[in-house]
């Protein structure tokens, strides 16, 4: 059978209770009737985001044209075509203790950082096969094409391959995963690469969601040899804020009163100068 996406999940789970549901109903029914498999350490956001983003009443930068849900007055969510005897109304959103530019500027720098590392330990808890199938799309995410991983056990020290246009002609590539969580990536797993890889392609490229020591840094680039990039999990999280690959952006804009602006101007006014 084939795997449900997140929103056939909640979908399923609203026709089965047949009544509308708070988000955490609706995360909790998930994972009791095993209609999804999370990858995220905060699962539920997850659902409350798919939920936000295809809701008719609920519009911003990220939300999908898509709609499936609405949002009753109590916080909870029902399917949008499907009726309810009572009265369906946007719940009105809390407004938030008046704060300053320079504390919203604090707030938003620990958001940045908190989300980055929640991006960095989902990568760590997939599963290499997954972790290999991701650093895929995320070459053809920036431009790379005819990507494919190699199959399982005839990867040659090779997880897989692929091309990128260079003017007129197509630099071959190959890539290699390590999905580990605190061990980092040395010389030998470098130099071992570079061996698999060598006559094989113009360029490597090296994935981990950990770290790499120095000794690795410094053979990562050697004369004629097979250029090796190295890309941690820090950098992969960088590139995926780049490329909006795996991330959304919710746009709130940031209003400063600057009244002083159009009630300063001299408009022939009789100043006793």
């Given at each position: 059978?084939?795997?449900?996406?997140?929103?056939?999940?909640?979908?399923?789970?609203?026709k089965m209770v047949g009544q509308p549901m708070t988000?955490?109903?609706?995360?909790?029914?998930?994972?009791?009737?095993?209609?999804?498999?999370?990858?995220?350490?905060?699962?539920?956001?997850?659902?409350?985001?798919?939920?936000?983003?295809?809701?008719?009443?609920?519009?911003?930068?990220?939300?999908?044209?898509?709609?499936?849900?609405?949002?009753?007055?109590?916080?909870?969510?029902?399917?949008?075509?499907?009726?309810?005897?009572?009265?369906?109304?946007?719940?009105?959103?809390?407004?938030?203790?008046?704060?300053?530019?320079?504390?919203?500027?604090?707030?938003?720098?620990?958001?940045?950082?908190?989300?980055?590392?929640?991006?960095?330990?989902?990568?760590?808890?997939?599963?290499?096969?997954?972790?290999?199938?991701?650093?895929?799309?995320?070459?053809?995410?920036?431009?790379?094409?005819?990507?494919?991983?190699?199959?399982?056990?005839?990867?040659?020290?090779?997880?897989?391959?692929?091309?990128?246009?260079?003017?007129?002609?197509?630099?071959?590539?190959?890539?290699?995963?390590?999905?580990?969580?605190?061990?980092?990536?040395?010389?030998?797993?470098?130099?071992?690469?570079?061996?698999?890889?060598?006559?094989?392609?113009?360029?490597?490229?090296?994935?981990?969601?950990?770290?790499?020591?120095?000794?690795?840094?410094?053979?990562?680039?050697?004369?004629?040899?097979?250029?090796?990039?190295?890309?941690?999990?820090?950098?992969?999280?960088?590139?995926?804020?780049?490329?909006?690959?795996?991330?959304?952006?919710?746009?709130?804009?940031?209003?400063?009163?600057?009244?002083?602006?159009?009630?300063?101007?001299?408009?022939?006014?009789?100043?006793?100068?």
């Amino acid at each position: 059978m084939k795997s449900r996406t997140i929103i056939q999940a909640i979908i399923e789970v609203m026709k089965m209770v047949g009544q509308p549901m708070t988000v955490t109903e609706i995360y909790n029914s998930i994972i009791e009737n095993n209609f999804y498999t999370f990858k995220s350490d905060e699962p539920i956001q997850i659902v409350r985001g798919q939920l936000r983003r295809h809701c008719e009443s609920l519009n911003f930068g990220s939300a999908s044209p898509t709609k499936y849900f609405v949002i009753l007055s109590n916080q909870s969510y029902w399917l949008k075509n499907l009726p309810l005897e009572e009265v369906i109304q946007e719940a009105k959103p809390d407004i938030p203790n008046e704060v300053s530019f320079e504390e919203l500027g604090v707030l938003h720098k620990k958001y940045v950082e908190d989300f980055r590392q929640r991006v960095l330990e989902s990568l760590k808890s997939l599963d290499p096969r997954t972790f290999e199938i991701f650093s895929k799309r995320l070459l053809e995410a920036y431009g790379f094409h005819d990507v494919n991983v190699t199959k399982k056990g005839k990867d040659g020290g090779i997880d897989g391959y692929g091309k990128l246009k260079i003017g007129l002609a197509d630099l071959k590539v190959s890539f290699q995963c390590k999905r580990w969580n605190k061990t980092s990536v040395g010389r030998k797993e470098i130099d071992q690469f570079r061996g698999a890889v060598q006559g094989k392609c113009e360029q490597a490229i090296f994935f981990t969601t950990s770290t790499f020591t120095r000794d690795a840094e410094k053979v990562s680039f050697q004369v004629g040899a097979v250029p090796v990039i190295l890309i941690d999990g820090s950098l992969i999280v960088d590139l995926m804020v780049e490329k909006r690959f795996g991330v959304e952006v919710q746009s709130m804009p940031i209003y400063i009163s600057a009244l002083d602006n159009v009630i300063s101007e001299n408009d022939n006014l009789d100043l006793d100068i």
